[in-house]
C-alpha cells in the first residue's frame, strides 16, 4: 500500500517483460473476477454480411459500409450486430478507431466522422444497445443468445466489451487498417468499457477513455462525485454480482489497475474539467498512479509537469496520453483531435 491506503501495482522497482506479463493476467482476472465479470468465450466463428454501403459518403472520401456482424457461441445459437465502417481512401492501411459508440448513426453527435476521416483514421463504430439492453434484462440481445439466464455473473460492460473485442475480429481482416494503429474508443459507461476491452485485447495497442469516472479510469479511493455505493445502486447490472460489496469496503485493487492493464501498450484518459461526477482528479491520479508500470519497465509513463489537471495542457508525451478540457460531460471534436494527434505522433 503506498501511503494513500492506494493499493499498488507492482510493489518493486525493476519489471522484466516476463514479470509483467503474469502480473497483467493476474490483474485482468482479479479486475474481471471481482469487478466486471468475465468476457463470455470467443465464439466458435465470425462472419459478415454487407448490409448496406454508400459509395458518396462524405462527398466520396471514405465510403460507408453498413455490416452484420455474427458469431456463432459455444452453446450453437448465433448472435448478429450491426457495424458501421468508414475507411478513407488513402491508399495505405491507415489507423483506426473501434468505437463503442451511444448512438448507431453514423456521422452522431459523439464522432464526427468527416474530420476523423479527414485525418487520416477508419472508425469501426456499433451501438452498444445493439448488443444488449442497457438494464438489467439479461434475457435477450447477447445475454439471452448466451443462455446467461438472468445470472449476472457477467455484467453489461463486459458484453459490450465482449462486442468491441468481435469488431477488432472483424477489422484484422482489413487489409486497408494498420494493425499496428488500433485504438478501441468509448465515452463515459462505454469507456469503461473501452478500458476494459483494452484490458483483455491486446490487439488494441491504443486504449481511449473518456470521462469514464468511477469505475472507469478514477481511483475510487477518496473519489468525489459518483462512488461504488452509486453507481452500483443504480446500474448493478453493469457488473457482476458480487462487486455490491465494495459499497461497503475497500477493493483490494483500484481503477489505476485497469489503466496498468494496457502496458507496455498507450493508454489514453480525457477527463473534462466540468465534470466532477466523473472525478477529473481522480481520472489524473490514477494516471500517476499507473505511470509507475511504465516506468518500472523503463518506458515513459505519465509525462505530465504539474500535480494537478490541467486545461489547455495535454501530456502527450509519454504511454498514458491525457488531457483535461473545459465544460461538461460529453465526447467532443476537442476529445477527438487530441486522441488523433497523440496517435499520430507514436
Ligand atoms: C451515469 C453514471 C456514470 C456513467 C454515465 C454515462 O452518470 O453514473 O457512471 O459514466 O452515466 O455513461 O453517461
Known amino acids: 500500500m503506498n501511503r494513500c491506503n492506494i493499493p499498488e501495482i507492482w510493489p518493486e522497482k525493476g519489471l522484466d517483460t516476463a514479470d509483467w506479463q503474469s502480473r497483467r493476467e493476474e490483474i485482468v ?15 466458435a466463428a465470425l462472419t459478415w454480411d454487407v448490409i448496406e454501403t454508400d459509395e458518396d459518403f462524405c462527398a466520396g472520401k471514405a465510403p460507408l459500409r453498413k455490416i452484420l456482424l455474427r458469431a456463432e457461441l459455444e452453446n450453437g445459437n448465433s448472435f448478429a450486430f450491426p457495424v458501421s465502417v468508414t475507411i478513407p481512401n488513402a491508399g495505405r492501411p491507415v489507423p483506426f478507431f473501434v468505437h463503442i459508440s451511444f448512438s448507431a448513426d453514423v456521422p452522431d ?13 477508419g472508425v469501426l463504430s456499433f451501438c452498444y444497445e445493439d448488443v444488449c439492453a442497457d438494464n438489467g434484462d439479461f434475457l435477450s440481445g447477447l445475454a439471452g443468445a448466451l443462455e446467461l439466464d438472468g445470472n ?8 459490450w466489451a465482449w462486442a468491441a473485442v468481435r469488431v477488432m475480429d472483424y477489422a484484422a481482416t482489413l487489409p486497408e487498417l494498420d494493425k499496428s494503429r488500433a485504438a478501441v474508443v468509448g465515452h463515459s459507461r462505454l469507456g469503461k468499457t473501452a478500458l476494459l476491452a483494452g484490458a483483455v485485447d491486446t490487439r488494441f495497442s491504443f486504449v481511449i477513455s473518456n470521462e469514464s469516472g468511477c469505475c472507469g479510469a478514477a481511483v475510487s479511493r477518496g473519489k468525489k462525485g459518483e462512488t461504488i455505493r452509486n453507481i452500483t445502486d443504480a446500474f448493478p447490472y453493469w457488473f457482476r454480482d458480487g462487486f455490491r460489496q465494495y459499497a461497503e469496503k475497500e477493493p483490494p485493487f483500484d481503477q489505476h489497475f485497469l489503466l496498468a492493464a494496457a502496458a507496455p501498450r498507450y493508454v489514453y484518459v480525457a477527463s473534462a474539467a466540468g465534470d466532477e461526477w466523473a472525478g477529473p482528479e481522480h ?8 505511470g509507475k508500470v511504465w516506468e518500472a519497465l523503463g518506458l515513459e509513463g505519465f509525462v505530465c509537469k ?3 489537471p490541467v486545461t489547455g495542457e495535454p501530456c502527450h508525451n509519454g504511454h498514458i496520453g ?12 476537442e476529445d477527438w483531435r487530441q486522441f488523433m494527434r ?4 507514436k
Open 29 to 43: 482476472r482479479l479486475l474481471c473476477g471481482e469487478e466486471y465479470g468475465f468476457l463470455p468465450p470467443t465464439p
Open 109 to 121: 453527435r459523439y464522432m464526427p466522422s468527416e474530420e476523423i476521416i479527414d485525418s487520416g483514421f
Open 152 to 159: 449476472a455473473a457477467c455484467g453489461k460492460i463486459a458484453l
Open 283 to 290: 481520472e489524473f491520479l490514477s494516471c500517476v498512479l499507473a
Open 306 to 308: 504539474g500535480e494537478r
Open 322 to 333: 491525457y488531457h483535461i478540457r473545459d465544460g461538461a460531460h460529453y465526447l467532443s471534436r
Open 342 to 345: 497523440f496517435i499520430s505522433r
